[in-house]
């Protein structure tokens, strides 16, 4: 009589492997597999028995060449049953006090491993003597903070303030530090992995996630900063195989955040082959909860026309799909199936990581790549000093194809990038946002300096932010706006801590792809002074477009009238909006309706005011009351409503001057 074989436990519940269930489904509480109802794919037995003999490194000798195996698809999310914890010496660890909840850790993470949750003082209460062993209560109660914005604002506006808590998974961190790095409270440091650290760390994310989700009520639509606090935004879970710190990470990421919160889970992506498609769906983890595909590297565009048409046919017009590849695909190869995917007119979205490189197959040069980048195929020699094309301009391009809505966007810019994607979902034909992303090997930066790189690519006009909607008006200066960039009338930015110009220079300066081209005195070459050239060119072209040369953005008398007259005006701001748009809205722009607005001592027409716009502080001019109208020094006007006003001070996003 043979013994009948042990039943292991599933890989979606606590195991010898994972003690702590930190690899489980869900990203801020738990959840089953996400099934789906294909005859080719059991999800119940690749989960179980293909992602544990890879967890488990036998799966290359031992796994039978069945179907299941052959036919090469995964199942949604199997990534977030791997497990990173060895690969990095080094985890960060949440200083509570210095936390204010601004949630860029959250945000800016490539890997999802910082994670953010707020709950009622009551509701934390419960949960917190819920926790029957007295040493995990004080370790995990102390790991919480009441911060100005989930816990005083609330507790005088609603009675009660919200307990807010960063956690680490220390199955999907990197070790990367970019959290550390963005963090500008010094509510995070990285410190080394002993065995009572990664137990206390994997104690804490497991009782993070038993607490259940965030409450609703300490979460702002009108933030788009805190989406995250909610578990359908994360449809890019943690496991993918990209490198640490990823840049392009974190762009999928906040992809994903933004088109999961308005749609959940009901869309799709067709990828480009590339380095995203190698670390989204290395065999067997995926990190998607949607429907993905990988197509040829030239023709992931034409593939997503046939889909669209599909999805059409079948009544799903309202499910956004998304075109997704690196500039090697969408500015070369692929840029042929591109522009014909803009003049089909058809409903899709395409994003481009824009790494100007390209990343996978060893660094080659693309039209992408600025002058002077040091390449494969583009290498500094002693004959030809790099790159000696200049860059192709991807979104000037698009913009000159019938109605295409374009946008140029980086991770660090958070409101300008949500903004361009929202935008980008509810235009109602075919629209581009290429997206700045850092490959930290290829451009020879370190790990944690994604958003400074990419701030960085801004500020040196490098990668001008911009926004060409078809829907702001006739002319192209009235659909283009620049708002986002610094000093957006002038040539060059001045930073107004050292007041030196920061140029072109300063961003090769600060990576290893150009660091050839500086003498050992730090004299730049003559390549590098022509590259420097072809930014400003680049720069004054959108400048002529966008009707800001000469040093103001030209108007019309109408519209000089109405400012005058504090009546709606136009050209709203990255972080505000008039009140026709989406409820999901960058810090500070919804108008909700309220009616018109009363002046009471707090503000009045003339205070000088400064509003963060996520950037940076913009300052500007109460203009008029009813309505409530702002003009900022930049020459932006913009109507909304007293009660949002009221609401960005409390917020301290605007701030009498």
């Given at each position: 009589?043979?013994?009948?074989?042990?039943?292991?436990?599933?890989?979606?519940?606590?195991?010898?492997?994972?003690?702590?269930?930190?690899?489980?489904?869900?990203?801020?509480?738990?959840?089953?597999?996400?099934?789906?109802?294909?005859?080719?794919?059991?999800?119940?037995?690749?989960?179980?028995?293909?992602?544990?003999?890879?967890?488990?490194?036998?799966?290359?000798?031992?796994?039978?060449?069945?179907?299941?195996?052959?036919?090469?698809?995964?199942?949604?999310?199997?990534?977030?049953?791997?497990?990173?914890?060895?690969?990095?010496?080094?985890?960060?660890?949440?200083?509570?006090?210095?936390?204010?909840?601004?949630m860029?850790?959250?945000?800016?993470?490539?890997?999802?491993?910082?994670?953010?949750?707020?709950?009622?003082?009551?509701?934390?209460?419960?949960?917190?003597?819920?926790?029957?062993?007295?040493?995990?209560?004080?370790?995990?109660?102390?790991?919480?903070?009441?911060?100005?914005?989930?816990?005083?604002?609330?507790?005088?506006?609603?009675?009660?303030?919200?307990m807010?808590?960063?956690?680490?998974?220390?199955?999907?961190?990197?070790?990367?530090?970019?959290?550390?790095?963005?963090?500008?409270?010094?509510?995070?440091?990285?410190?080394?992995?002993?065995?009572?650290?990664?137990t206390?760390?994997?104690?804490?994310?497991?009782?993070?996630?038993?607490?259940?989700?965030?409450?609703?009520?300490?979460?702002?639509?009108?933030?788009?900063?805190?989406?995250?606090?909610?578990?359908?935004?994360?449809?890019?879970?943690?496991?993918?195989?990209?490198?640490?710190?990823?840049?392009?990470?974190?762009?999928?990421?906040?992809m994903?955040?933004?088109?999961g919160?308005?749609?959940?889970?009901?869309?799709?992506?067709?990828?480009?082959?590339?380095?995203?498609?190698?670390?989204?769906?290395?065999?067997?983890?995926?990190?998607?909860?949607?429907?993905?595909?990988?197509?040829?590297?030239?023709?992931?565009?034409?593939?997503a026309?046939?889909?669209r048409?599909?999805?059409?046919?079948?009544?799903?017009?309202?499910?956004?799909?998304?075109?997704?590849?690196?500039?090697?695909?969408?500015?070369?190869?692929?840029?042929?199936?591109?522009?014909?995917?803009?003049?089909?007119?058809?409903?899709?979205?395409?994003?481009?990581?824009?790494?100007?490189?390209?990343?996978n197959?060893?660094?080659?040069?693309?039209?992408?790549?600025?002058?002077?980048?040091?390449?494969?195929?583009?290498?500094?020699?002693?004959?030809?000093?790099?790159k000696?094309?200049?860059?192709?301009?991807?979104?000037?391009?698009?913009?000159?194809?019938?109605?295409?809505?374009?946008?140029?966007?980086?991770?660090?810019?958070?409101?300008?990038?949500?903004?361009?994607?929202?935008?980008?979902?509810?235009?109602?034909?075919?629209?581009?946002?290429?997206?700045?992303?850092?490959?930290?090997?290829?451009?020879?930066?370190?790990?944690?300096?994604?958003?400074?790189?990419?701030?960085?690519?801004?500020?040196?006009?490098a990668?001008?932010?911009?926004?060409?909607?078809?829907?702001?008006g006739?002319?192209?200066?009235?659909?283009?706006?620049?708002?986002?960039?610094?000093?957006?009338?002038?040539?060059?930015?001045?930073?107004?801590?050292?007041?030196?110009?920061?140029?072109?220079?300063?961003?090769?300066?600060?990576?290893?792809?150009?660091?050839?081209?500086?003498?050992?005195?730090?004299?730049?070459?003559?390549?590098?002074?022509?590259?420097?050239?072809?930014?400003?060119?680049?720069?004054?072209?959108?400048?002529?477009?966008?009707g800001l040369?000469?040093?103001?953005?030209?108007?019309?008398?109408?519209?000089?009238?109405?400012?005058?007259?504090?009546?709606?005006?136009?050209?709203?701001?990255?972080?505000?909006?008039?009140?026709?748009?989406?409820?999901?809205?960058?810090?500070?722009m919804?108008?909700?309706?309220?009616?018109?607005?009363?002046a009471?001592?707090?503000?009045?027409?003339?205070?000088?005011?400064?509003?963060?716009d996520?950037?940076a502080?913009?300052?500007?001019?109460i203009?008029?009351?009813?309505?409530?109208?702002?003009?900022?020094?930049?020459?932006?006007?913009?109507?909304?409503?007293?009660?949002?006003?009221?609401?960005?001070?409390?917020?301290?996003?605007?701030?009498k001057?």
């Amino acid at each position: 009589m043979t013994a009948a074989p042990t039943k292991l436990p599933s890989l979606n519940e606590a195991n010898e492997r994972d003690p702590y269930n930190n690899n489980s489904y869900g990203t801020l509480v738990d959840s089953g597999y996400k099934m789906v109802e294909l005859p080719v794919l059991d999800v119940n037995d690749f989960n179980e028995r293909i992602i544990r003999g890879y967890e488990e490194g036998y799966a290359e000798k031992k796994l039978p060449a069945d179907l299941s195996v052959a036919r090469s698809l995964i199942p949604a999310g199997t990534a977030t049953l791997r497990d990173f914890s060895y690969i990095a010496p080094d985890i960060p660890e949440y200083i509570q006090e210095n936390c204010t909840g601004c949630m860029d850790c959250v945000t800016l993470c490539p890997d999802t491993a910082i994670l953010g949750k707020v709950l009622s003082e009551s509701e934390w209460k419960k949960k917190i003597d819920a926790i029957a062993d007295p040493v995990d209560r004080e370790l995990f109660a102390k790991q919480w903070s009441k911060t100005r914005k989930y816990y005083e604002g609330p507790a005088k506006k609603q009675g009660e303030g919200g307990m807010f808590n960063i956690i680490i998974d220390p199955s999907k961190c990197k070790g990367c530090a970019e959290c550390v790095t963005v963090c500008d409270d010094l509510a995070l440091k990285m410190i080394p992995k002993t065995e009572q650290v990664m137990t206390d760390v994997r104690k804490s994310h497991r009782m993070f996630k038993n607490f259940g989700p965030s409450d609703k009520r300490y979460v702002s639509d009108n933030l788009l900063i805190d989406m995250m606090l909610h578990e359908k935004t994360h449809i890019y879970t943690g496991g993918a195989g990209s490198c640490a710190g990823c840049g392009e990470g974190t762009a999928l990421r906040m992809m994903c955040a933004a088109t999961g919160a308005k749609y959940g889970d009901q869309w799709g992506i067709i990828a480009a082959t590339g380095c995203n498609t190698v670390y989204t769906s290395t065999y067997p983890y995926n990190p998607y909860l949607v429907p993905w595909t990988n197509s040829l590297f030239e023709n992931a565009p034409a593939m997503a026309m046939g889909v669209r048409a599909r999805w059409d046919q079948l009544g799903w017009h309202d499910r956004p799909l998304w075109c997704l590849g690196g500039d090697g695909a969408m500015f070369d190869i692929g840029f042929q199936s591109l522009s014909r995917l803009f003049a089909s007119g058809m409903n899709i979205k395409v994003f481009v990581l824009d790494t100007q490189v390209y990343s996978n197959t060893g660094g080659q040069a693309s039209t992408s790549s600025y002058t002077g980048q040091n390449t494969k195929m583009s290498v500094h020699g002693k004959a030809i000093a790099g790159k000696q094309e200049r860059r192709k301009e991807i979104a000037q391009i698009a913009m000159m194809h019938p109605r295409t809505f374009v946008a140029q966007t980086t991770c660090a810019h958070v409101n300008h990038f949500y903004k361009s994607v929202i935008d980008a979902l509810e235009f109602d034909g075919p629209a581009i946002v290429c997206c700045y992303t850092t490959c930290q090997p290829e451009h020879g930066v370190a790990d944690n300096m994604a958003t400074d790189q990419a701030r960085l690519a801004v500020d040196t006009r490098a990668f001008p932010l911009l926004i060409y909607d078809p829907r702001k008006g006739d002319s192209i200066r009235e659909r283009l706006s620049l708002q986002g960039n610094p000093a957006v009338n002038e040539d060059w930015w001045i930073n107004p801590k050292t007041k030196q110009q920061v140029d072109f220079i300063d961003f090769a300066r600060s990576e290893g792809r150009f660091g050839k081209h500086f003498d050992k005195d730090g004299n730049p070459s003559p390549t590098l002074l022509m590259a420097r050239e072809d930014r400003l060119e680049n720069w004054h072209v959108l400048q002529d477009l966008a009707g800001l040369r000469g040093g103001k953005k030209a108007t019309s008398p109408a519209a000089e009238k109405s400012i005058a007259a504090g009546e709606k005006a136009s050209a709203p701001k990255s972080g505000l909006q008039p009140p026709e748009a989406s409820k999901l809205t960058p810090v500070g722009m919804a108008n909700e309706g309220k009616g018109p607005a009363k002046a009471n001592g707090e503000f009045s027409v003339g205070t000088r005011i400064k509003y963060n716009d996520g950037n940076a502080w913009i300052t500007g001019t109460i203009a008029s009351l009813q309505p409530t109208v702002l003009k900022f020094d930049d020459n932006t006007i913009i109507e909304t409503s007293y009660d949002v006003l009221k609401a960005g001070a409390a917020e301290g996003i605007i701030v009498k001057q």
